[in-house]
T-cell receptor, first 114, second 113 residues
Framework: DQQVKQNSPSLSVQEGRISILNCDYT??????FLWYKKYPAEGPTFLIS?????DKNEDGRFTVFLNKSAKHLSLHIVPSQPGDSAVYFC?????????????FGKGTRLSVIA | DVKVTQSSRYLVKRTGEKVFLECVQD?????MFWYRQDPGLGLRLIYF???????EKGDIPEGYSVSREKKERFSLILESASTNQTSMYLC????????????FGDGTRLSIL
């Protein structure tokens, strides 16, 4: 049973426009969420995170929104750049549960077209 | 900057061989993890470790074992490699505090022939 779902395997966006990547989760115990970005032949790199006490976290061109009631989060990239083309993974964990590993979604491949 | 180093970027082995994948981190992180990444399946956790000599099974431990004799090193062992273990293997580490992100190595692309 997939606890973290990224239902769009791929997304294409024009350069300069907004990219919106979505993620849904089923486990209501999750209270900390992260986005990772992965280029081919490299390991994932941490991008941005949000805890369940917030509904928005912003870092430069990247903003993550959390809707706890819908168990949904999204990553917005504005403006999108060709270098943003990568696979994006959503991940979730339980902050106060000690050493519980992250649960990852299957990823969304973003292509930013110049 | 955290550095997670995986010993090989590319590896080709034969069916039935015992395969060792090595991972070293330089930031004194307590937690270390092994994942495999396959197309359409995302990142799947194989094993993880919270301390030296400790290990926990992840979601897909079958056919694998691990070793953590020193804090900075976490080894993944394929006891008898099979073709369905051809994959990208990713090692990660993190501090114990739950809100600390995992830092990943660049991965080992392993092919079993």
């Amino acid at each position: 049973d997939q606890q973290v779902k990224q239902n769009s395997p791929s997304l294409s966006v024009q350069e300069g426009r907004i990219s919106i990547l979505n993620c849904d989760y089923t486990n209501s115990m999750f209270d900390y969420f992260l986005w990772y970005k992965k280029y081919p032949a490299e390991g994932p790199t941490f991008l941005i995170s949000i805890s369940s006490i917030k509904d928005k976290n912003e870092d430069g061109r990247f903003t993550v929104f959390l809707n706890k009631s819908a168990k949904h989060l999204s990553l917005h990239i504005v403006p999108s750049q060709p270098g943003d083309s990568a696979v994006y993974f959503c991940a979730a964990s339980r902050l106060n549960s000690g050493n519980t590993p992250l649960v990852f979604g299957k990823g969304t491949r973003l292509s930013v077209i110049a | 900057d955290v550095k997670v180093t995986q010993s090989s970027r590319y590896l080709v082995k034969r069916t039935g061989e015992k395969v060792f994948l090595e991972c070293v981190q330089d930031m004194d992180h307590e937690n270390m993890f092994w994942y495999r990444q396959d197309p359409g399946l995302g990142l799947r956790l194989i094993y993880f470790s919270y301390d030296v000599k400790m290990k926990e099974k992840g979601d897909i431990p079958e056919g694998y074992s691990v070793s953590r004799e020193k804090k900075e090193r976490f080894s993944l062992i394929l006891e008898s490699a099979s073709t369905n273990q051809t994959s990208m293997y990713l090692c990660a580490s993190s501090l114990t505090e739950s809100n600390q992100p995992q830092h990943f190595g660049d991965g080992t692309r392993l092919s079993i022939l």
